[in-house]
């Protein structure tokens, strides 16, 4: 079976200031991995993900996030964080191998405070 | 391209009753998931859609049913609704069945059980 941690499940941190979300996963299988954006009263948007080949993957809105397989991590960073990325981030991993349903990590809520 | 869109938006109903939710996909897409978000269990997978049969189910009750018609377009079905099942219920939609597929999710419904 398949599980992903997300450690903190909230971030505060400064407007300019390295945004860090952290993901670890733990799957049986070669995973595939992604992360999830939710605003408030939204459904959810991609950032980015992995699937094979390049371990550092970049994203929409300056993010980025490197595949780990030692660490079993996949952890999320944005070099200077604007108000605008205030919102709740998943980490979520699908197993592949036909079996698409993604599972989530419990989630970050990321402040960015002015 | 229209998103993916979800109706009701919001929905509120008594214990013992039975919903239906809709989802319509992105245009040429054909595999329809849906998740339920709850603020103590956090996303989870339900069920997965492709070419209107059911390929992928979450360890969810016999309540939660769905189905998926000829042109994509989605419904799900909670019966003997209880107040446990208040949630967001999401809806997403991928071009294909590949696990890497991006899944566009929709803004979902809120179902409030009284």
């Known amino acids: 079976a398949q599980s992903v941690t997300q450690l903190g499940s909230h971030v505060s941190v400064s407007e300019g200031a390295l945004v860090l979300l952290r993901c670890n996963y733990s799957?049986?299988?070669?995973?595939?991995l992604f992360w999830y954006v939710q605003y408030p009263n939204q459904g959810l948007q991609l950032l980015l993900k992995?699937?094979?080949?390049?371990?550092l993957v970049k994203g929409i809105n300056g993010f980025e996030a490197e595949f780990k397989k030692s660490e079993t991590s996949f952890h999320l960073t944005k070099p200077s964080a604007h108000m605008s990325d205030a919102a709740e981030y998943f980490c979520?991993?699908?197993?592949?191998?036909?079996?698409?349903?993604?599972?989530f990590g419990s989630g970050t809520r990321l402040q960015v405070q002015p | 391209k229209a998103g993916v869109t979800q109706t009701p938006r919001y929905l509120i109903k008594t214990r013992g009753q039975q919903v239906t939710l809709s989802c319509s996909p992105i245009?040429?897409?054909?595999?329809v998931s849906w998740y339920q978000q709850t603020p103590g269990q956090g996303l989870q997978f339900l069920f997965e859609?492709?070419?209107?049969?059911?390929?992928n189910k979450g360890n969810f009750p016999g309540r939660f049913s769905g189905r998926q018609f000829s042109n994509s377009r989605s419904e799900m079905n909670v019966s003997t609704l209880e107040l446990g099942d208040s949630a967001l219920y999401l809806c997403?939609?991928?071009?294909?069945?590949?696990?890497?597929?991006?899944?566009?999710f929709g803004p979902g419904t809120r179902l409030t059980v009284l």
């Open positions: 245009s040429g897409h054909r595999s």
């Open positions: 992995y699937t094979t080949g390049a371990t």
């Open positions: 997403a939609s991928s071009p294909g069945t590949g696990p890497s597929n991006e899944q566009f």
């Open positions: 859609y492709f070419s209107e049969t059911q390929r």
């Open positions: 979520a991993v699908s197993e592949g191998s036909g079996r698409r349903a993604l599972t």
């Open positions: 799957s049986s299988v070669p995973p595939y």
